[in-house]
């Protein structure tokens, strides 16, 4: 078997602390409002997973299948081991966190060539998108 795909993210910071990013980004009803309004019918969240409908039979699951308080997620799928995505947070000092996304794809090597430049969009993307959450949405705001 082929090694599998790993893209890294660039690093990226968020203003506030690790334990606030983490309460966020680990309960996935906090990205619902993130997603733009005209595809909003194509994503279903709860606490701790996602389903997302990517063409029109086919939907993507994603659940958080380990975690480390503060430090990591591990988001993928339970039934499948081929497609994870890391999110790392590391805090540096009060209010400056840092966020790297990792993800790891079994692919067919014919086609890592086609999708490795659009998957570190992605993953720089998210990367982007955790920094720029912005600190009053972690304080006593309750966005569930």
């Known amino acids: ?9 660039k690093i990226t910071k968020n203003n506030c602390m690790d334990s606030q990013l983490y309460a966020f980004v680990s ?14 019918d194509k994503a279903q969240f709860s606490e701790h997973s996602v389903t997302i409908q990517v063409m029109q039979s086919i939907q993507v699951s994603l659940q958080i299948i380990e975690e480390e308080p503060y430090k990591l997620i591990k988001l993928g799928s339970e039934q ?3 497609f994870c995505i890391w999110i790392q947070l590391k805090q540096v000092a009060p ?8 993800l790891h794809a079994e692919i067919p090597m014919m086609a890592k060539m086609f999708a490795k430049g659009k998957l570190q969009t992605f993953v720089d993307g998210f990367a982007d998108a955790l920094a720029q959450i912005p ?3 972690f304080q006593g705001n309750n966005l569930n």
């Open 1 to 9: 078997m082929a090694k599998p795909l790993e893209i890294v993210s």
């Open 27 to 40: 309960d996935f009803r906090n990205f619902a409002a993130m997603v733009p309004e005209e595809h909003r």
């Open 80 to 82: 499948s081991k081929e």
């Open 95 to 102: 209010y400056d966190t840092r966020i790297r996304i990792t």
């Open 135 to 137: 600190v009053y949405a």
